[in-house]
T-cell receptor, first 113, second 116 residues
């Protein structure tokens, strides 16, 4: 019930391609779905987040697609660049849960030049 | 405005010793969260504190782990009698208030604890 399942575990994409990372959750009480980007040796940084009242959100080259009925959400990176190479984590929480984010296991993304 | 500062960045302890991890939140932030990250895994919530109060410690192991956020000074995560399984990266995040968590919660660079 509390898990967030993330796939794939790793992903290699050519520069300019569109990597897609998927997450699925079970708990229908979740109402906040952020994506974090983490570079080696650094803490996670919030990339983009969505709430279930919208099906899509774009910020620059990053887009979250949200499917409430399927309990799935995904991150798309347009025109990917080598600098986007990092580990990406999806997460979920309830807004009244004291920031108890439930994290996916992460996707290690490599963008080849 | 400095970000969330954690120290030390790397900490090596022998089994049975104590580990003390420090987190100075961003200026103006009064909420602190501690997370643990095992290799190749996502972060796991441990504890949420406000100044002088533990708000939620549901993710903290019942024994050997404690956290505080005093009126003055950094937040401290303390692990007594460390065991090899405590080896992980410990991250601290801070925010000014719960309502703003999705735009104003920032993570430190973490403390990597190795128990030998």
């Amino acid at each position: 019930q509390q898990q967030v399942k993330q796939s794939p575990q790793s992903l290699i994409v050519q520069k300019g391609g569109i990597p897609i990372i998927n997450c699925a959750y079970e708990n229908t009480a979740f109402d906040y779905f952020p994506w974090y980007q983490q570079f080696p040796g650094k803490g996670p940084a919030l990339l983009i987040a969505i709430r279930p009242d919208v099906s899509e959100k774009k910020e620059g080259r990053f887009t979250i697609s949200f499917n409430k009925s399927a309990k799935q959400f995904s991150l798309h990176i347009m025109d990917s660049q080598p600098g986007d190479s990092a580990t990406y984590f999806c997460a979920a929480s309830r807004m009244d849960s004291n920031y108890q984010l439930i994290w996916g296991a992460g996707t290690k993304l490599i963008i080849k030049p | 405005n400095a970000g969330v500062m954690q120290n030390p960045r790397h900490l090596v302890r022998r089994r049975g010793q104590e580990a003390r991890l420090r987190c100075s939140p961003m200026k103006g932030h009064s909420h602190v969260y501690w997370y643990r990250q095992l290799p190749e895994e996502g972060l796991k919530f441990m504890v949420y504190l406000q100044k002088e109060n533990i708000i939620d410690e549901s993710g903290m192991p019942k024994e050997r782990f404690s956290a505080e956020f005093p009126k003055e000074g950094p937040s401290i995560l303390r692990i007594q009698q460390v065991v090899r399984g405590d080896s992980a990266a410990y991250f601290c995040a801070s925010s000014p208030s719960r309502k703003d968590l999705d735009t104003e919660a920032f993570f430190g660079q973490g403390t990597r604890l190795t128990v030998v």
